[in-house]
T-cell receptor, first 113, second 118 residues
Framework: SQTIHQWPATLVQPVGSPLSLECTVE??????LYWYRQAAGRGLQLLFY??????ISSEVPQNLSASRPQDRQFILSSKKLLLSDSGFYLCAWSVRGFSDGYTFGSGTRLTVV | AQSVAQPEDQVNVAEGNPLTVKCTYS??????LFWYVQYPNRGLQFLLK??????LVKGSYGFEAEFNKSQTSFHLKKPSALVSDSALYFCAVSPLKAASGGSYIPTFGRGTSLIVHP
């Protein structure tokens, strides 16, 4: 069966420090991968998505970047965190045809102080 | 462009009563429609989906949703609410055909907070 792992679960980082959040998927090949941010426990903002290794699409300009070094690995990064980067970050994957929708990771609560 | 509306920020219902969480959508062509549930500080969990077939879709935890093409709605329902159903519910829509480049980018509603009172 397919599983998605996202870590860490919580993270407190000072302003100006770097960030690396990792997401890996098991039990499937060639998934579509996504990073979302959820602010204030409500709406989801799509940050990045990837349809293949090295292929990253960004939905909004921001202080973050994403990389997909392997088929089932998706990394969210920042060189220098801002206070406004605080939030709940969710990784998700879907099959190519999206017929089964998303499977989400358990999320990372990032607090920038 | 596709869109999803969840007109209620919050729905309150007494335990044992039926519940409805509303969702309307706009998409070109036929849609994929989904409901997800999110508990505090957790990822979203899949509840049910509509792709084709019967308009009434049954999902996890006793939830069901009714697809109404003429009203472009996909309301989530449960005959008898439980306190443990209290959570944030998201409706999402995706087109059946991929956008250029092969990506499917669904659109999520803003979420509806369901509160079930004992």
């Amino acid at each position: 069966s397919q599983t998605i792992h996202q870590w860490p679960a919580t993270l407190v980082q000072p302003v100006g420090s770097p960030l690396s959040l990792e997401c890996t998927v098991e039990g499937t090949s060639n998934p579509n991968l996504y990073w979302y941010r959820q602010a204030a426990g409500r709406g989801l903002q799509l940050l990045f998505y990837s349809v293949g290794i090295g292929q990253i699409s960004s939905e909004v300009p921001q202080n973050l970047s994403a990389s997909r070094p392997q088929d089932r690995q998706f990394i969210l990064s920042s060189k220098k965190l801002l206070l406004s980067d605080s939030g709940f970050y969710l990784c998700a994957w879907s099959v190519r045809g999206f017929s089964d929708g998303y499977t989400f990771g358990s999320g990372t609560r990032l607090t920038v102080v | 462009a596709q869109s999803v509306a969840q007109p209620e920020d919050q729905v309150n219902v007494a335990e044992g009563n039926p519940l409805t969480v509303k969702c309307t959508y706009s998409v070109s062509g036929n849609p994929y429609l989904f409901w997800y549930v999110q508990y505090p500080n957790r990822g979203l969990q899949f509840l049910l989906k509509y792709i084709t077939g019967d308009n009434l879709v049954k999902g996890s935890y006793g939830f069901e949703a009714e697809f109404n093409k003429s009203q472009t709605s996909f309301h989530l329902k449960k005959p008898s609410a439980l306190v443990s159903d209290s959570a944030l519910y998201f409706c999402a829509v995706s087109p059946l055909k991929a956008a250029s480049g092969g990506s499917y980018i669904p659109t999520f509603g803003r979420g509806t907070s369901l509160i079930v009172h004992p």
